[in-house]
Each structure stands twice: as C-alpha cells, then as structure tokens.
C-alpha cells in the first residue's frame, strides 16, 4: 500500500465489500426523489411499498411522494420569513445550493428569500427539532444553530486576503446596531462593506489587479489557509509535494489500484495505469456473437441526457414547458426504419428490467446503435399487468437494476442501458399538456386548478 502518511487525511480506504442484510421499516427522504433519480425502479417501488412507513419532505408532488404515507411541504431556497409577526420564523439552508455552490472564490453573493412560505412549507430543521422533542430527546443538541443564525454567520465568518496576502480580513462590517436590527449576537468586527450595503448590492467583488500576489496557479502555488486565530496566513495544501505515496502526480498509482481491488467488486483486477477493459453493458454486450458480429436481444445503447424541458426531475409539471419539448426518444434514422417507426409514434423502450413508453424521434445525426432518453420524467405506471408494469410516463430508471462499473465500483451505470424499441400496439400516448397535473390524492381536490396561489391574481400575498 505505500506510506498512508503521505496522503491527505481525507482519502479514503476503501474496505472488502460484505453482503448485508437490508429490511428497511421506515424510510425518510429529503426532496432527493430518489426514485426517479437512482436507478433500479423497479425494485424501488416494491421497497416503497414493502417498508412500514414512508416519509417524504418535499417541494414538489414527486414520484417519490407519490408513493410516500406521509408528505411534509417544506420551504424551497426561495422562501423564508424573519418575521414573528408574520408567522413561524423560517429561513432556507445557511449554504445555498450544496454548501455554498452560489459563491466563487473572488466573490460573496448575498443571497435571501424572496417570498414567505407558500401553503404549510416549512423549514425542514423546525420539523426536524419537533420530532426530537417529541422522541424526548433536547433538539438543540442537533441543532444548536438556526438556520437564520447560520446564514448571518456564514457572511460574518467570510475572509478575505489583504492586498500584499499576509493577512486575513473579515469581508462585512458588523455593529451592535446590527446586533439589535437582526436579533442577533455576533462580535462588532470591522470589514470591508457594511451588511446591509452588502445586501443591497447583492454581491461583494474582490479587487484585483495585475501581479496580484492572491492570484493562484494549481500545481505551482500553495493553496492559503487561516490560521487558528482567525487572521494568520498558513499553508493549507502545498503545491508539491502531491499528497501521494511519491510525491508526484501518480499516473502509475499503485496505491489507487490496491484501494480499489480490496473491495473484490470488479470483474478482474484494475491495473495501476491507465488501460482499455470491457465494460458491462457497453458496446461489446449489445452483440449475442461478438467474433461473428451477431447482435443480440438489446442491441441498442441508451444513455441518458439532460433536457431543456426539465432540471433533472423539477420543473417537469409545467404545461407551458411540455407543450414546447415533448418528451422523446431519440434515436437514429436507420434503426427507426428498420423497425417500421416513424416519428410521433408511441414506442416501448424494454429490457429484462422494465420497460417503458415515449415518443419516437429518430434522426439522421444519431448513430445507428444509440438511444438518448433524456432524463427526470415524471412516471404515469400502468399496472394493468401487476408483473409487468409500463411506465406511460417514460422514465428510463424502469430499464436500469443500478448495476455498477465492473471496473471502479463507485460510478454508476446511468448511461449503460442496453436495450431494445419496437413500435406500440397499444393504446397511444397522449400529449403531456394534455394530461393534467399531477395531484395528491386526498390532497388537491378534482377540479381545483392546483398549485394556484390565493389571492396571487389580484396581487395579494399569500
């Protein structure tokens, strides 16, 4: 394995792989929909359906509320209320979009809601701190922070380097009329913007200017850290050595190569380099005889794209959005004509794991063997048939079982579907915007047009 004391104190070691028994009672989900999201479908909605209990915190009616017993409306990055004359207090996670995404390293964003919670949206750590209590249990020992207090203490925490990169400067002015303004009880610090000019601006921008000594060069400088008080300039990450058993950048890394055959999930061994292998389910796998280049039963490779209509599994109940992009198969001209499929016609997208309906959409830049089924569907099952069911909705995770890379078992077999299309005999299906919305039974009453903000057509908030 090499000297572990060379590498970073976050690598991972990776452990041999050891079957488990899994018999989940309750199942809580935080607006993942994982369901449409993770593959295996198929055996996703027999777990669904199996587990005791299903909780759902959500945005949106999901896939995943679907199925779920119990549905918590929680509040989107865009809600929030510092108000108790309003209401509840709520506030959206303290790091934005993935712990701070919205920021760049020159930059500060300022960033709030826009809006009060909508409905009975609320904030997910509220709901969180009540069952605690409920269990017996203190919440504050989970939760000693709210939200709100981490957001004002993420801006107050941000440093930024002086001119000449010897020292670290808090980046917002902070007072005790600032204490009192926004009930808080952080330290009077001085900075380079007040807060609420920074609010107002929507952004603080450092400074730059040619020869800057804050400018950074991977794998020439050194990355810069803040020292235990706060202010000190310390080497966090040194430019060389690499954090590897050598020193260098390892294209031959044999520690990599041990790491990851000590789980025992690969087919054969990786090598420490670089190398071609055979992958499951790639091209090699669509052929019943590779030597005498006879195709097998699924000779199409699927992979699944992003489209313009959704953002992975949001925004797909939108009826404008579906009117403008259907919700196709894409797949070449050639296969199509062999198969008698022409364009707007209903087909099934099958494997031995599932199978599904689309519109067809063949095209003369695809080639012949490839399919793309863009991503994040909202599935419409057709259970008519309990032991093979049809998603009329078209999510491509009912032609996925989650198999993994038999070369590095982390990455996941997205875009490793084999499978085969064949024009429908069945009912055809219908337009997207012509179906409706997807409602809650028991919640959204037939008839009422659903997700409509009272009072938001006269201008009234809700």
């Not at 777990?47 to 999901?62: G, L, N, Y």
Request: hydrophobic share 35%; charged share 25%; aromatic share 12%.
């Amino acid at each position: 394995m090499g000297d572990p004391t060379k590498l970073r104190a976050n690598t991972p070691v990776y452990h041999e792989a050891r079957e488990m028994p899994v018999n989940p009672r309750l199942l809580v989900q935080t607006n993942s929909n994982f369901m449409q999201t993770r593959g295996n479908l198929s055996t996703a909605i027999k777990v669904m359906r199996a587990a005791d209990t299903c909780v759902s915190f959500e945005i949106k009616f999901s896939l995943t509320a679907q199925f779920a017993d119990i549905i918590l409306p929680v509040c989107t990055h865009w809600e929030g209320n510092d108000d108790e004359s309003w209401g509840e207090l709520s506030w959206p996670s303290p790091f934005g979009d993935g712990n701070g995404q919205k920021q760049r390293k020159d930059a500060l964003l300022a960033w709030k809601p826009l809006v009060k919670p909508m409905y009975e949206a609320r904030e997910e750590k509220r709901v969180f701190r009540e069952i605690i209590e409920r269990m017996g249990y203190n919440p504050d020992d989970a939760y000693p922070k709210s939200n709100y207090d981490q957001w004002l203490g993420y801006f107050l925490g941000m440093r930024v380097l002086n001119e000449d990169a010897t020292k670290w400067e808090p980046v917002i002015t902070w007072t005790e009329a600032d204490n009192e303004k926004y009930h808080a009880s952080y330290p009077a610090q001085e900075g380079k913007v007040a807060f609420d000019q920074f609010m107002a601006d929507g952004s603080y921008v450092v400074e730059r200017s040619e020869g800057d000594p804050r400018n950074y060069v991977g794998y020439r400088d050194d990355k810069l850290g803040i020292g235990e008080d706060g202010e000190s300039v310390v080497v966090a990450d040194t430019a060389w050595p690499r954090p590897s058993v050598s020193g260098k950048l390892e294209i031959y890394c044999q520690y990599k190569a041990d790491n990851v055959n000590r789980i025992g999930l690969n087919d054969e061994p990786i090598k420490p380099y670089a190398n071609y292998f055979v992958p499951r389910r790639g091209y090699q796998e669509t052929f019943a005889n590779w030597e005498a280049k006879e195709k097998g039963a699924y000779p199409l490779q699927a992979y699944t794209p992003h489209y313009m209509r959704r953002a992975h599994t949001c925004y797909d109940n939108m009826t404008w959005t579906q009117e403008a992009f259907r919700n196709p198969v894409f797949m070449s001209a050639e296969d199509a004509e062999a198969r008698g499929i022409k364009a707007g016609d209903t087909v099934r997208c099958f494997n031995d794991f599932g199978s599904m309906l689309r519109i067809a959409q063949p095209m003369q830049g695809y080639m012949p063997g490839v399919v793309g089924i863009p991503h994040g569907v909202h599935s419409v099952f057709d259970e008519s048939d309990p032991e093979n069911i049809i998603d009329r909705g078209g999510s491509e995770q009912m032609l996925s079982d989650g198999l993994q890379s038999n070369y590095f078992p982390q990455v996941d077999g997205y875009n490793s579907l084999l499978i085969e299309i064949e024009k429908y005999d069945g009912e055809p299906l219908v337009e997207d915007f012509e179906r409706g919305p997807f409602l809650a039974a028991g919640i959204d009453a037939e008839g009422t047009a659903a997700y409509m903000v009272p009072g938001a057509d006269n201008g009234q908030e809700a």
